[in-house]
């Protein structure tokens, strides 16, 4: 899957293993726990992975646990850097609390939200829209100081679809059209010497939620 110019910055992205006995609750940056005990997953994710590539995860223990699953299935990788900015959407005092509850407790400021989910910070968290601000800064920061690499990052849902939205020049809402299964790939290229609407950084879309098989 490699191949372009020799400057060009190969993303490999990878959402998590499954969250388990979460109960329909928002976990958002909670640290909870995932499942990797899916070995024909790990072994693909594994072969597949790029030779001498640069390797980032989330703070949060199932990106960084699923990182591990992928070098343990027989990928040969360096600690990983620990990345916030890579870290899934902030929910606030919404974490840990199912959507029905949430509307019990504040009607009023759930409906709020859901007249502009992507725009609207659920209260004390973030919006989408500002996932995609702080994702696209990480990239931007990680692409120039690293040209030419290929960058495997493990990390959130939320995470991946707002990488989608900056190789693709979406807005927040058509972002959230996009599908980001657990442990599927998405691979983006930054384009070496490429220019989206004036601001520098073309990108070429290899794959988006690949399946692991």
């Known amino acids: 899957m490699n191949g372009g110019d020799t400057n060009d910055?190969?993303?490999?992205?990878?959402?998590?293993?499954?969250?388990?006995?979460?109960?329909?609750?928002?976990?958002?940056?909670?640290?909870?726990p995932c499942d990797?005990?899916?070995?024909?997953?790990?072994?693909?994710?594994?072969?597949d992975m790029p030779a001498?590539?640069?390797?980032?995860?989330?703070?949060?223990?199932?990106?960084?646990d699923t990182a591990?699953?992928?070098?343990?299935?027989g990928h040969v990788a360096p600690e990983p850097v620990i990345e916030r900015a890579f870290a899934e959407q902030d929910f606030g005092r919404w974490a840990g609390k199912t959507w029905?509850?949430?509307?019990?407790?504040?009607?009023?400021?759930?409906?709020?939200f859901w007249t502009d989910p992507v725009g609207q910070p659920p209260p004390g968290g973030?919006?989408?829209?500002?996932?995609?601000?702080?994702?696209?800064?990480?990239?931007?920061?990680?692409?120039?100081?690293?040209p030419g690499?290929?960058?495997?990052?493990v990390a959130h849902g939320g995470v991946i679809r707002a990488a989608v939205a900056v190789a693709l020049g979406l807005d927040a809402a058509r972002a959230m059209a996009v599908?980001?299964?657990?442990?599927?790939?998405?691979?983006?290229?930054?384009?070496?010497?490429?220019?989206?609407?004036?601001?520098?950084g073309a990108w070429r879309v290899v794959a988006v939620n690949r399946p692991p098989y």
Request: charged content about 25%; hydrophobic content about 45%; glycine content about 10%.
């Open 9 to 32: 910055v190969r993303w490999w992205w990878v959402r998590h293993a499954p969250v388990v006995d979460h109960g329909g609750q928002i976990y958002g940056i909670r640290d909870v």
């Open 36 to 47: 990797v005990t899916d070995a024909r997953a790990f072994a693909r994710l594994a072969g």
């Open 52 to 64: 001498g590539a640069l390797w980032i995860t989330s703070h949060l223990t199932r990106a960084r």
């Open 68 to 73: 591990r699953a992928i070098v343990a299935a």
């Open 100 to 112: 029905d509850q949430i509307a019990a407790e504040d009607a009023a400021q759930h409906d709020r």
């Open 126 to 146: 973030e919006s989408f829209a500002a996932v995609i601000g702080r994702v696209g800064a990480a990239i931007a920061r990680f692409s120039d100081a690293h």
């Open 149 to 153: 690499r290929d960058i495997v990052a």
């Open 179 to 200: 599908r980001v299964d657990n442990l599927s790939l998405t691979r983006l290229d930054r384009v070496e010497g490429g220019t989206l609407r004036g601001r520098g």
